[in-house]
């Protein structure tokens, strides 16, 4: 097949771009400084690879790990939004339209919670009870983002929006590195008592789970998420097992405030409870290669890209 990956020069695209070329496919990817260039907002030369191609699967979107000011929260707005439009602008366009556009979209468009796991039907969330108000910004976005595939007139493309967990990979630079590092250091303890969900998922099963997406006829809101998420404290308890560090010391919200500002991030992405479960793909009989965070945990260590085999 011919998959497109607009957006595809950033951490999940590069993996996403080994993958899918090492099955033997043909990977074009789009961005502002790969071989296919644009600016993610207007139509251009960069369209016509859509035009007979198989599959889309737009990544676009400005980085979510910065301080939330009001000048960032618009960028990362306007960098979905008007990317998902001009994809769609695109395949409106083509002679021979891709039979399927997958859409980034995220887990964090469901509500906070300490309760029952969201599958598709989960609560979106808003301005929920003992959050943050500004919490709801990143709501907007996400539902922008998601309305913005589904207002596209496409009518011979079927659409699919990922809801995707935080995605861990062993490559430098996103997630998992960073986790591992603080986890080596002794710092990998509980944040603000560690009570509040992660909802993860392996590259690979990200990768396999994008595949069977392809195949199958599924279309609409799809979480892209292992199905045994857990509360932050396990998750970082696992991570230290996995690493070989017996401590990890812990740290009050206060302190991940500080460490937020210091690091320009932002506590929700610490904070939250992101509780999510992959019901459609489990339904459809997906079957996750990493299911458990700690057989995912001590295969990641071992495949870092530093050789730390922990």
Known sequence: ???????????????????????GHEVVVIGRSSEVRWDGRTLGPWAAELDGADAVINLAGRSVSCRYTPANLQEMMDSRVDSARVVGEAIAAASAPP???????????????????????????GAEPGVPAYWKYSVDIATAWEAAQEQARTPNTRKV??????????????????????????????????????????????????TFLLDNELSGPVNLAAPHPLPQRDFVRALRRAVGMPIGLPSAKWMTELGAFALRSDTELLLKSRHVVPGRLLEAGFTFEFPDWQGAAANLVATSNDGYEG
């Open 161 to 210: 929006a990922l809801r995707t967990a935080i995605v861990m990979s062993p490559d430098r630079g996103g997630a998992f590195d960073i986790l591992r590092r603080m986890a080596k250091l002794g710092l990998g303890g509980p944040i603000a008592g560690g009570r509040q969900y992660i909802s993860w998922l392996h590259e690979t099963d990200m990768a396999r789970a994008l």
């Open 1 to 23: 097949m011919k998959i497109v990956l607009p957006g595809g020069t950033g951490h999940i695209g590069s993996f996403l771009s080994r993958y899918f070329a090492g099955q």
């Open 99 to 125: 039979r399927v556009w997958m859409q980034m979209s995220t887990a964090t468009i469901y509500a906070h919670t300490y309760g029952a796991a969201h599958d598709e039907t989960g609560t979106l969330g």
